[in-house]
């Protein structure tokens, strides 16, 4: 064989193993694609059942993979109605690029309802508009982008920042000495909680910040951030934390190192809330919000009133959950995975409510 | 020959891929599809084509998503009534990035560092500076010109121009005394540097020249996205260094083309947006993904090892 035939042969190997993959996706995106129940489901009169896609930055979370499981969930709820038709996970693995390509890619597919869990708050902005502008329903949730002309559904960040700072000076009785654990820097949802919480600490001025840590949403990262920024000022009396995992991270650090437990201020992430409850008894004390996965449900809701022509506020604030000492027994699920976000489902009436306001 | 064969087996990839993307996308060939389509993959074109220059050095570069949000965020910062306006904004930008790029060449030239230590260093050094320049994701980029490069302008695909301007740059480059002093640096520096090439001259000129083109990409996605976002770039740093070694750029130093990394960045892009239409689950998409570049690359190593045997 000489070496050009078999250079041919590896060649024409490789493009038949493409082709085959190409030509499976094809087969499968053409059933995917042809929704059998929507056709049988929906009746003449009714609106024409929905196109829906979901375009996320990062999907492996598991707040994300929970939100995932409570909107397929309402999906099925309304495929049975004959109100949705079909449904799409577009997941953009934090490329940002590749999820304005998701949804791009979405228009051209014609899609009714496009709803987006944004990885940028200002990136995706011309992409989105031009998704209204084809006359499609684009819902944005959870991570918010700026632009006026989408339905955003969110809780308000600075309000979370807020709230907690609130409490913590409280409990220091206005003076102290914190540590501050935020999210990465440079992402909106981080900044946006700092600023509130900056807000509160500004009026009290004996409560000194004396380190401002910024780690990724995640406990292992922010263990370490803890760690070293506590060994520097272990004199804290407290501890802004606007993270579940970072609050987590930094509870586990004082009962690791068997130091006096300070009160941190948390999320509904299940190990801070098991944490939490089990130190109770010892005086430790918390409070914690969330950022509920039902807003992905709200969005969804409101995306198929507006496709059906009922009016729906742009902006839908959802008010933050407030978990306390006292109402902490409600929300802990000790049998339950600490990466897990136990929080109580939104009443349909509270939904309603939300949208028609 | 050989590199023939290679553009060639791209470009039979390529054209099998735009077959199976007109079925799904009749409309592929229409001007409005090319627009939006070039609009979105200039990023990573010009990423790819400065990751090239680097990687033909023999070099690699792990700073390039960072400098590119760093030419992001100089250019949507600059007031947009200063005096010279967009213009002055993108030359700005250019000249931070083209600096950013000449410091690393300066550290691998001079002070003997690897580039990926080099280059590693400079992602952390300039992610921090450019989250100083811009704290969070805003600025202002004029939004006509938005319009302009997203939509069109008079039935033109600014982007698809400005990718073939600035691959027309990098011929004329090619062509010049320093574009043969590359190849030859990156291929034996030894050699080229005993035939009276200053090699450390030429490392800080393609590394200042991939700066160069980071840049560009970095103010294209900023028109693009209309707007800066401090954390965006990362994910072009592992993607130009994918889209180069599929476009046929050698680790090693002087062997590559910049038509192969166009064909390249076209497939992965492409490629991306046809698992998209396919509408299978996000995660097989990334095994896909994986799989096909394994592939791609594996079977070109091998073509490559069969030749040379």
């Known amino acids: ?357 | 020959m050989r590199n023939r064969l290679d553009l060639l087996g791209l470009c039979a990839l390529l054209a099998m891929v735009l077959v199976v993307y007109q079925r799904l996308d009749p409309t592929l060939l229409h001007p409005s599809t090319i627009t939006i389509l070039s609009a979105q993959f200039l990023p990573l074109i010009l990423a790819a084509a400065g990751q090239t220059i680097v990687m033909l050095t023999g070099g690699i570069d792990l700073s390039l998503g960072a400098v590119l949000s760093l030419g992001m965020a100089v250019f949507v910062i600059y007031p947009p009534d200063a005096p010279g306006g967009v213009v002055a904004a993108m030359a700005l930008a250019l000249a931070v990035t083209v600096l950013a790029g000449a410091a690393n060449g300066v550290l691998v030239a001079y002070a003997g560092l690897p580039p990926i230590i080099v280059t590693l260093a400079a992602s952390f050094l300039w992610g921090g500076v450019t989250l100083i320049v811009l704290p969070q994701p805003g600025g202002h980029v004029p939004e006509g010109l938005v319009r302009a490069y997203n939509l069109g302008w008079h039935g033109l695909a600014l982007p698809a121009i400005a990718i073939g301007v600035a691959l027309g740059l990098w011929k004329l480059v090619k062509t010049t005394h320093f574009g043969l002093a590359l190849y030859a640096a990156g291929g034996n520096e030894h050699g080229a540097y005993a035939n009276g090439i200053d090699t450390r001259r030429v490392k800080i000129y393609a590394y200042g020249l991939a700066g160069l083109f980071t840049g560009l990409a970095g103010i294209g996605l900023a028109i693009q996205t209309g707007s800066g976002d401090p954390t965006i770039g990362v994910p072009y740093t592992l993607n130009s260094i994918a889209v180069a070694v599929l476009g046929g750029i050698s680790f090693f130093g002087g062997v590559g083309q910049m038509r192969g990394t166009l064909l390249g960045a076209l497939l992965l892009g492409l490629l991306t947006n046809l698992l998209l239409f396919t509408g299978i689950s996000t995660f097989y998409q990334m095994i896909l993904q994986g799989v096909v570049l394994i592939v791609a690359v594996a079977v070109k190593t091998l073509a490559t090892r069969k030749a040379v045997a």
């Open chain 1, 1 to 357: 064989m000489t070496r050009m035939t078999r250079r041919a042969l590896i060649a024409s190997a490789a493009l038949g193993a493409l082709l085959a993959t190409a030509a499976c996706n094809v087969d499968q995106g053409n059933t995917t694609a042809s929704p059998a129940g929507a056709t049988g489901g929906a009746s003449s009169a009714a609106p024409k059942a929905l196109k829906v896609g979901w375009s996320t930055i990062y999907l492996a979370p598991s707040w994300m993979q929970q939100t995932l499981q409570m909107l397929e969930e309402d999906v099925a709820k309304l495929k049975a109605e004959g109100k949705v038709a079909s449904y799409e996970t577009f997941n953009a693995n934090g490329d940002t690029s590749q999820q304005i390509a998701q949804i791009q890619a979405m228009i051209t597919q014609k899609y009714d309802v496009i709803l987006v869990d944004a990885g940028s708050s200002t990136a995706l902005n011309p992409v989105m508009e031009k998704a209204v502008a084809a006359g499609i329903v684009v819902v944005n949730f959870d991570s918010l982008v700026t632009s006026e002309k989408v339905i955003r559904v969110g809780t308000d960040q600075v309000e979370w920042g807020r709230l907690t700072a609130q409490w913590l000076a409280d409990k220091l009785g206005g003076k102290g000495e914190i540590i501050a654990m935020n999210g990465p820097a440079g992402v909106s949802v981080s900044e946006e909680r700092w600023k509130g919480a900056e807000e509160i600490f500004k009026k009290y001025p004996d409560i000194k910040i004396a380190a401002n840590v910024h780690s990724e949403y995640n406990l292992a990262p922010a263990a370490q951030a803890f760690a070293s920024a506590y060994s520097a000022h272990p004199t804290i009396t407290g501890v802004f934390s606007q993270g579940g995992a970072l609050s987590a991270a930094a509870l586990q650090t004082l009962v690791k190192q068997d130091k006096k437990l300070v009160p941190i201020t948390g999320e509904n992430y299940n190990g801070f809330l098991k944490l939490w409850a089990d130190k109770r008894k010892e005086g430790f004390s918390s409070i914690a919000t969330a950022q509920p996965n039902y807003l992905a449900v709200i969005a969804l809701r409101a995306a198929v009133a507006k496709s059906a022509g009922t009016a729906v506020p742009s902006t839908i604030t959802v008010p933050l959950p407030e978990i306390t000492d006292e109402n902490l027994d409600q929300f802990v699920k000790p049998d339950q995975p600490d990466d897990s976000y136990p929080i109580q489902p939104i009443p349909q009436s509270e939904i309603d409510k939300l949208l028609g306001a």
